[in-house]
């Protein structure tokens, strides 16, 4: 059974930078996508990023391109999440999610499977 756990989490100033991390139990196979969501009070969940874990392709949502990195180890099974220039709007329930083996092709838009279950981050102005 595929587990997930997000670390990471935490309050900080605008500005300032976190990394979340995802650690992954379960997952018997390599290629798969993996991406990290949004949640805030009064909005809908948000597409942060994805990647394939089969080769290098990632996708972010426009709000945080430019600011946040997504980027998976493969020897851990961990994805991460560095997030720098915070802004308060950033402010979430940040959650990780995996899909099922993929053999290519990766964004937030497909259905995830596995989800864990969340890290707080806070964006003080």
């Known amino acids: 059974q595929v587990q997930l756990m997000e670390s990471g989490g935490g309050s900080v100033q605008a500005g300032g930078s976190l990394r979340l991390s995802c650690a992954t139990s379960?997952?018997?196979?390599?290629?798969?996508?993996m991406g990290w969501f949004r949640h805030a009070p009064g909005k809908e969940r948000e597409g942060v990023a994805s990647?394939?874990?089969?080769?290098?392709?990632?996708e972010y949502a426009d709000s945080v391109k430019g600011r946040f990195t997504i980027f998976h180890d493969n020897a851990k099974d961990t994805l991460y999440l560095q997030m720098n220039s915070l802004k308060p709007e950033d402010s979430a329930m940040y959650y990780c999610?995996?899909?099922?083996?993929?053999?290519?092709?990766?964004?937030?838009?497909?259905?995830?499977?596995?989800w864990g279950q969340g890290t707080q981050v806070t964006v003080s102005s």
């Open positions: 379960g997952y018997t196979y390599d290629t798969k996508c």
């Open positions: 999610a995996g899909t099922g083996r993929r053999w290519g092709g990766c964004n937030t838009g497909m259905p995830f499977a596995f």
């Open positions: 990647i394939y874990t089969g080769g290098s392709a990632t």
